[in-house]
């Protein structure tokens, strides 16, 4: 049966969020699993179809239970593996379109120079500096910005409209207003909550959040991992519902929302629903990551 979208975590498939209603949700914040990423989702797919199979049901279904005019944000990147490159920036944004929805913005996530997680391509023309052999290291992602019809400005009160309000200093200060954002990515550190997790920083829900919408509103990340989108999204008086399809990062979840503690606002008040859907797969993708490093 399905109900009004509040504070939910479900853990289950999200191709298909049947405790949603329609229309419920306001804005979408989310990174899908990165392709088959060696350092994180190594064989995660059978294919790369099966992959755009997957973002594709999604995008129907966030059809389905996103309002009228409100936005999906997608934290998405090209995977490398083996030396070929998949476009999943370009894809991702063909089967939005394809779907229905209006494609309005592509924001560059830029990490620090100093730091390159996956490979240092650059290296090979150190090796041989003549032509065609240039690889760059890759220190961007992309935020995809889909939006689900036009938005009816007038239907906000104006109360909400001013509890919600920007701040505008802050907006210029960390320069917001640019389609690039220089922001600190989570570190791959042993002593991280997240640990084998491709978690991004706060700070990228945190901008999303408030730049799209209001206080009160609900607020869903269909490939929740260990929580970000919805500890920032209650931090800001947003209601908000997750879902994750691995079972295994559920205590990583409930430390992160301090789900087990009381806080000046009362116990949080969070409904956990395990369907007969879910996976264990976070072991398996760390031994995998393992015995890939191992036999390099």
Not at 217 to 234: C, I, N, Q
Not at 240 to 254: A, H, N, R, T
Not at 274 to 280: A, L, Y
Request: charged residues 30%; contains cysteine.
């Amino acid at each position: 049966m399905r109900t009004k979208a509040e504070n939910k975590i479900i853990f289950g498939d999200c191709q298909n969020m049947e405790e949603l209603e329609d229309n419920s949700v306001h804005l979408v914040v989310t990174s899908p699993p990165y392709f088959n990423a060696p350092f994180d989702y190594p064989d995660l797919f059978e294919s790369y179809e099966q992959f755009l199979d997957l973002i594709r049901n999604v995008a129907k279904e966030l059809k389905r239970v996103l309002d009228s005019g409100r936005i999906a944000a997608f934290v998405v990147d090209d995977t490398l593996i083996k030396g070929k490159k998949y476009p999943v920036v370009a894809d991702i944004t063909k089967i939005f379109i394809e779907e229905g929805y209006k494609y309005r913005e592509r924001i560059v996530w830029v990490k620090p120079e100093g730091y390159i997680r996956i490979s240092r391509r650059s290296g090979v023309l150190l090796q041989h500096p003549y032509p065609m052999y240039y690889y760059p290291d890759n220190i961007q992602e992309s935020i995809l910005i889909f939006q689900n019809g036009e938005f009816d400005y007038k239907k906000i009160p104006t109360e909400i409209k001013e509890e919600s309000r920007i701040d505008i200093n802050k907006y210029q200060r960390e320069k917001w207003y640019l389609s690039v954002w220089n922001i600190t990515n989570v570190l791959p550190i042993n002593n991280r909550l997240e640990k084998g997790i491709a978690a991004f920083p706060e700070e990228i829900p945190y901008r999303l959040i408030k730049l799209f919408s209001y206080r009160g509103e609900t607020v869903l990340d269909p490939f929740m991992g260990s929580g970000t989108t919805l500890k920032v999204a209650r931090d800001l008086g947003r209601r908000c519902v997750g879902y994750e399809i691995d079972l295994e990062l559920l205590p990583i979840v409930k430390e992160k929302l301090k789900m087990n503690q009381y806080t000046l606002f009362g116990k949080d008040s969070f409904e956990v629903k395990i369907r007969d859907d879910v996976k264990h797969l976070r072991t398996q993708l760390q031994e995998k990551v393992k015995s890939a490093g191992k036999r390099r």
